[in-house]
């Protein structure tokens, strides 16, 4: 046989080996000589069932295989670098310019102008990413998705979805919190959410789909503030909805707590709520993606109820902003 027929032949059967390898259920994942990718690859990784109380689900699987995972991922690789750094770069390509004004000049005015009042009370809507983020963002989950290594489901109720730390998103979701989130949030609900209420994040994607989750049961977040980002939507219908707040009722709350109904539609636009504000998913239509962050204390504290007047703690832009806080009472 010829050199480079031998070498093709060799080519052909180390790939029927390594598909075979790969699907065969017995093959042990820890075998040594193998790279982290292949044998996280290897392994069987369990199907996300439960749509309550689901986040202790396989619980052993993750804690066995946790440090095999993150290995191969961080062999797998990134797909698009220039997503991961919260800096000047990043945004003037993915950030809506309005915003990225007001942060830069510490304007609560500028920064209370884009905020917008929803249909439901108590939920504001605003533009924070654009399009490209949109579509890079997802690139980057679908790239990761399609590694063939397990991903964990990303909370108790959701079962499809990524856990942005899991891919190495950690520093990126912590300087946004703290340079973007962190000042709306404290503009809208400053009587709750100290500087020391928002210390902490959690975040991930969730997925809406035929075949996959279909809707989501009413419930609270472990959250102080939710902030919850359109990624993609296939359709227009309002099938977000949000009733009372759970720990506690102002006074021009109604007595029936009928749901409000939310637009989420345009990718980039996020919606900011107190994370105990009881909220739900209809069934859905299409598909949807969503990035949610969920903001709270140091160990994950959450803060149920305002402050004290005299415990308030001013905005961190106060000394630039006298005259919006004198007008507002803020």
Known sequence: MKPAI??????????VCAKDLA???????????????IRAKLLKAPV????????????SFWDDNEALIQDALEEYGKLHDQIYDFNTSFQDKYMDPNLTNALRNQDLSMLSSIMNETDAPGVYATQIFNSKFSQDFLEEIRHYESSGIPLRRPNSMNRYGVILSMIGFDRLINNIVTEVLTPLARLQFGDIAAPADLKEAYAFTVRYKPGMDRNLTEHTDHSTITVNICLETTSTEKVLYFKNQKYFLNDTDSEV??????????????????GQHTHGVREVHGERTQLVIWMSGEYGYVRIAPYDKSEIVPHNWSARNKAFLSDNEL
Not at 23 to 36: H, R, Y
Not at 257 to 274: E, K, Q, R, Y
């Open 23 to 37: 699907t065969d259920p017995l093959v042990d994942a820890s075998t040594d000589g193998i790279s982290a990718l």
């Open 6 to 15: 031998c070498f093709l032949a060799f080519i052909i059967t180390s790939a």
């Open 257 to 274: 707590d009928v749901p409000n109904f939310v637009s989420m539609s345009t990718p980039g636009v996020a919606l900011i709520h107190l």
């Open 48 to 59: 996300p069932k439960a749509t309550l109380a689901g986040d202790l689900e396989d619980q």
